[in-house]
């Protein structure tokens, strides 16, 4: 805002020229006044506008503030997320790996575990394939034997 200059008017010239028994004198007394009353009025108005200017620069910097403030927190919440992204990314590659080891540590004795059950299972069929060839060999002696008892049997059944 432009500071407001307005030019006092002078008494002096303004004043009617009145005829008195001390002219000058009295004039001058009244045109002193009139100049120390024009002198404060004019102070005053200076003050007026510095206070009118002061006013307006609070006025610009409240606003200025205010604008902050609408935008403050869009930035806080932008940083927010900028500082949670910059922060999880560690901690979320941390558990990957984690959980990557515990998978490979996981999967590592599995395959132990499965080797050795693969191995029990050879154990086991050779077992019982042994077991098998055992029993066909008692059961083909036990036929054999039998055969003869039954056929010794029926041989002195039939032949007296």
């Known amino acids: 805002m432009r500071p407001l200059r307005r030019s006092l008017p002078d008494p002096a010239m303004d004043a009617p020229q009145t005829p008195g028994p001390a002219p000058g004198h009295a004039r001058t007394k009244l045109d002193l006044l009139y100049h120390d009353v024009l002198g404060e009025v004019a102070s005053l108005v200076d ?19 205010a604008d902050t403030q609408q935008v403050l927190p869009q930035q806080l919440a932008r940083q927010l997320a900028t500082t949670l992204e910059v922060t999880a990314k560690p901690i979320n590659q941390q558990h990957q790996q984690s959980i990557q080891s515990m998978l490979d540590a996981t999967e590592s004795r599995l395959d132990h575990l499965t080797q ?38 029926l041989g002195q059944w039939l032949i007296p």
Do not use: K, N, P, Y
């Not at 003050?47 to 503030?65: K, N, P, Y």
């Not at 069929?125 to 003869?148: D, N, T």
């Open 47 to 65: 003050r007026l506008e510095t206070v009118s200017t002061s006013l307006d620069t609070a006025q610009q910097q409240i606003q200025a503030v």
């Open 116 to 153: 050795e059950a693969a191995q029990w299972a050879r154990i086991t069929h050779q077992s019982a394939r042994r077991m098998a060839f055992i029993a066909v060999g008692i059961g083909g002696a036990a036929g054999v034997l039998g055969g003869l008892l039954a056929g010794l049997a």
